[in-house]
């Protein structure tokens, strides 16, 4: 079982800048995929980014150049850092975690599917 806690959302300007990140209980997640979604009221849960165990990236095509994922095993937390933010990226953003899986190899990363841990969500709020 991998506990989650993500941190960092809040309200900023577009244009703005924050960076989320994530927790995780686990003793290690060096052998998980790690991701973020996001998710707005009455939407489905849409993937934002992943990394695999062997740190490659993977991002959804409306925040390539803008977001950055990244991963620190030795401390067991997730970051994303989100830049030039507009209010399309308004959301709850949640921490997900495949479990341990074949060298920490994402299957489908930017699909719910694929992750069996998730946190509790954190609110990004972008005004223009």
């Known amino acids: 079982q991998v506990q989650l806690a993500e941190s960092g959302g809040g309200s900023v300007q577009a244009g703005g800048s924050l960076r989320l990140s994530c927790a995780a209980s686990a003793y290690t997640i060096n052998a998980n995929c790690m991701a973020w979604f996001r998710q707005i009221p009455g939407k489905e849960r849409e993937g934002v980014a992943a990394i695999s165990g062997s740190f490659r990236e993977y991002y959804r095509d409306s925040v390539k150049g803008r977001f950055t994922i990244s991963r620190d095993n030795a401390e067991r937390t997730l970051y994303l850092k989100m830049n030039g933010l507009t209010p399309a990226d308004s959301a709850i953003y949640y921490c997900?975690?495949?479990?341990?899986?074949?060298?920490?190899?994402?299957?489908?990363?930017?699909?719910?599917?694929?992750?069996?841990?998730w946190g509790q969500g954190t609110q990004v709020t972008v005004s223009s």
């Open positions: 997900a975690s495949s479990g341990p899986t074949s060298w920490g190899t994402c299957t489908s990363p930017l699909e719910v599917k694929d992750y069996k841990f």
